[in-house]
């Protein structure tokens, strides 16, 4: 019998979350009808038409937001080469961490200046 009294209960807590879901979606409905009213009240009072929702100007102050900013891509160049290895064709620019190779050269005596780029 417990498995039947389990069975019972879930099917009494699935109606009890499902209710809770209708009471939510609905909330969110009635919210979203209350902004379309507001909005539509705030349109007829300033003489806005739906043409003009769809004007370039209007689309270019979107763009201008705050997402403008994940919209424009950083384009980055090339940094210049500064170090190369001329028996292995290693490079490294200069920045970030000192390459593999070159720490493995300095430790063998060398120095960084011999293997700088003019």
Not at 31 to 41: F, M, S, T, W, Y
Not at 55 to 77: D, F, I
Request: charged residues 35%; hydrophobic residues 35%; proline residues 5%.
């Amino acid at each position: 019998m417990p498995r039947l009294s389990t069975l019972k209960t879930i099917r009494q807590q699935i109606a009890k979350l499902e209710a809770q879901a209708k009471k939510l979606a609905d909330g969110e409905e009635d919210k979203k009808r209350k902004a379309i009213l507001e909005v539509g009240a705030l349109m007829r009072k300033l003489g806005v038409t739906l043409e003009d929702l769809s004007a370039a100007p209007v689309r270019a102050a979107r763009k201008a937001g705050p997402g403008a900013a994940r919209e424009k891509k950083k384009v980055s160049k090339p940094v210049p080469v500064k170090f190369r290895n001329s028996e292995t064709g290693d490079t490294w620019s200069g920045r970030g961490r000192t390459p593999r190779w070159l720490v493995s050269e300095e430790a063998n005596g060398r120095t960084r200046d011999e293997f700088k780029v003019s």
